[in-house]
């Protein structure tokens, strides 16, 4: 037995106090005598001699004596071993650091049972009832696997209790689990002088890195919500992708496809309905192979549908994955997609390319618009075979991309030179990133000549062809060849060249859908001050937009990743909004994407049978033994010197 508390001891000083009370005389009752003739003669002794006597052995005096033993005993705070922790269970005399690693992953919104409560819910109340067990001096930290992991922490009793409130009160988070980031963060949270305990409470779906889990340095325990029943309880059906592409005929229809998983043990039959913006336009049903079996079903959808919904009709323990939601054809070109601004007195070639990227919003002008060319709004400025004049392009403060410049233009350039040919080409740059050059032939192109901090990309004997450079210190690339006197456009080279050009240029658009748990990234507009992302629920996160980037062209790249918007709270599925604002508050458009609960990793429900073990490892590894657990007595003790000071009362 060990005192946790020592200085509890100090209170025995009131036994003594105690005794000297019991040694006192008391104060005589008055009594009535008829003569006090004889009180002299009978020699008393003086009242200052008889104040005190020897300490009365006296039941009162005893049990007031056991009472403060007792009392200060428990002060002390006496520790047992095992050998009489049955005196006091639940009380622990040794403070602890309990980590609580709670599954917050979509997976856990699954049913067990019908009617029952979901594996999120049996889990929450796990970790509450592991909360309520904690007493004084001990830490606990929560720590919730989702999308955005949330961490909190508690030290004394208040904290505990809003901790609990709070875990009480928490939404399922979505999304997926990282269990390796949650073990290294456990494994970083060491304080001293207590004893720390991890568990991890899941649906068991889940893996963990053996050298994540040795370096945790403390015992992990694993509790499985819900139990760990077998694949055939938690077999479950999801739509994992769903995806269109155009018509090979040009007709503006669409290609769907929609791919339904089995994650159950058996082959099983699944119905699938397809919802066009809320009417069933479609049914198909398919044998799908048991454990992980994939199939397809593919539909060809009409133009003008903006929202397309799949339907798994066959209930399961997973309700979440049985339907996706996709945004079709123009619902997928975002009102906030980048905006190009084609200059160009003969559209030809170059326009119907830009036309056909995904995503972008294209206005064509001629080159005598001014005005047009230097208005707010464009995210980048195309200019085909033509240049403003000094004057206009003074104004313009955009990306821009120069096809076929004519001489004279902001480029230094001489005569026409002879037909060129290719013999440099910068490999592994992104703008020739599936561009392949090879039989591509050119008419007489002018010679260009490289200005200080440009980067030539694909160049000739007599100067470039392709090459970044700057223009009113903003990111440029100039194409100096024209597309309409060369095979170019019709080589597969052309269109993907321009898009890379384009990626290079002007920030991305929105995307139609976002998988499970994964970051939305996008590059917001030139206009663009803050960002307001609406989730399905209606909760709104509002994001600031950097600073105008204004770098060199070499830093092209980097000047647009400055401005990215990343929003990683995608655990919900449903559709959300994005929409930009400018500084004055003004609307600047609007755009939705779509996260769909169904993901091959997410919506496999079945338990890893090797995670127990996997997580056992962490007990050995640079850890000590486990210290005896103590327990505390004091409640024992203040129970009995409640009982004895009653006991003297009524003696």
């Known amino acids: 037995m060990t005192l946790l508390a020592p200085l509890g001891l100090a209170a025995l000083i009131a036994a003594p106090v105690i005794i000297l009370f019991h040694m006192r005389h008391t104060t005589p009752p008055r009594r009535p005598v008829p003569s006090l003739r004889f009180w002299a003669a009978a020699n008393p002794r003086p009242a200052e001699e008889r104040r005190l006597r020897r300490p009365p052995l006296s039941l009162p005096l005893i049990l007031q004596l056991v009472a403060v033993a007792l009392i ?9 071993a095992g050998q009489l922790a049955a005196l006091a269970p639940g009380l622990h005399g040794e403070p602890k650091h309990l980590l609580l690693l709670l599954d917050g992953s979509t997976s856990m919104e699954a049913i067990p049972t019908p009617g029952g409560l979901t594996r999120w819910e049996t889990a929450r109340a796990e970790a509450l009832r592991r909360l309520d067990a904690l007493r004084e001096g001990d830490v606990a930290t929560l720590i919730v696997m989702g999308t955005r992991p949330l961490t909190l922490t508690a030290s004394d009793q208040a904290s505990r209790v809003t901790l609990r409130d709070r875990l009480a009160a928490l939404p399922l988070p979505g999304g997926r689990a990282d269990l390796d980031a949650a073990l290294a963060l456990a494994g970083d949270l060491v304080l001293p002088n207590l004893e720390r305990q991890v568990v991890v409470i899941t649906d068991g779906a889940v893996t963990a890195d053996p050298a994540v889990v ?16 077998g694949d055939a309880e938690r077999a479950n059906l999801a739509i994992v992708t769903m995806a269109t592409r155009p ?4 007709s503006g229809a669409l290609g769907l496809s929609v791919s339904v998983a089995n994650f159950g043990p058996e082959e099983v039959s699944a119905p699938v309905t397809l919802l066009g913006d809320g009417l069933e336009i479609g049914h198909g049903e398919v044998p799908i192979a048991g454990n992980g079996g994939v199939e397809s079903l593919r539909w060809t959808i009409s133009p003008g549908i903006a929202e397309l919904t799949a339907r798994l009709d066959r ?5 979440a994955d049985n339907s996706a939601m996709l945004l079709p054809g123009d619902a997928a070109s975002a009102a906030i997609a980048p905006h190009i601004l084609l200059v160009s007195d003969r559209p030809g070639a170059l326009a119907r390319t830009l036309s056909a990227i995904d995503n972008v919003q294209l206005a064509i002008e001629p080159s005598d ?11 980048l400025v195309v200019f085909d075979r033509a240049a403003p004049p000094p004057a206009t392009l003074a104004k313009l403060h955009t990306p821009t991309l120069w096809v076929g410049p004519p001489v004279g233009g902001p480029f ?9 040919r290719i013999t440099k080409v910068r490999a592994g740059d992104p703008l020739l990133d599936g561009v392949d050059l090879a039989g591509a032939t050119f008419s007489p192109t002018p010679v260009f000549t490289l200005g200080a901090g440009d980067e030539e990309i694909v160049g000739t004997a007599d100067g470039p062809l392709l090459y970044r450079t ?34 290079a240029l002007a920030p991305e658009g929105v995307p139609a859908s976002v998988p499970l748990g994964a970051p939305l990234v996008y590059t917001p507009g030139a206009s663009a001050a803050t960002v307001t992302v609406t989730s399905p629920a209606g909760e709104q996160a509002e994001l600031r937009v950097a600073g105008d980037a204004t770098t060199s062209a070499s830093g092209a790249t980097r000047a647009k990743d400055a401005r990215d918007i990343v929003y990683s709270d995608t655990g919900t599925a449903g559709a959300y909004t994005v929409t930009e604002r400018d500084a004055a508050g003004n609307d600047l458009g609007s755009a939705r994407f779509v996260v769909n609960a169904g993901h091959p990793r997410e919506s496999d429900l079945r338990a890893n049978p090797g995670l127990a073990s996997e997580l056992a ?35």
Do not use: C, Y
């Open 214 to 229: 040795a370096g945790v340095n403390a015992p992990v325990e694993l509790s499985i919500a819900g139990g760990a029943e």
């Open 72 to 80: 200060a005993l428990a002060l002390a705070r006496p520790a047992t």
């Open 315 to 319: 209930p399961d323990t997973l309700m």
């Open 470 to 503: 700057t223009v009113n210190d903003q990111p440029a690339v100039v194409l100096t060849i024209d597309p309409e006197a060369s095979n170019l456009p019709k080589r597969v080279a052309f269109p993907v060249l321009v898009a890379n050009l384009v990626a």
């Open 617 to 651: 490892a962490a007990s050995g590894v640079e850890v000590t033994a486990p210290r005896q657990e103590q327990v505390d007595l004091w409640p024992i003790l203040a129970l009995a010197a409640l009982m004895v000071i009653g006991t003297e009362w009524l003696a």
């Open 412 to 420: 230094a350039a001489t005569a026409s030179a002879g037909s060129p």
């Open 247 to 250: 018509s090979p005929d040009g």
């Open 369 to 379: 618009n001014l005005a047009a060319i230097v208005s707010a709004g464009h995210d």
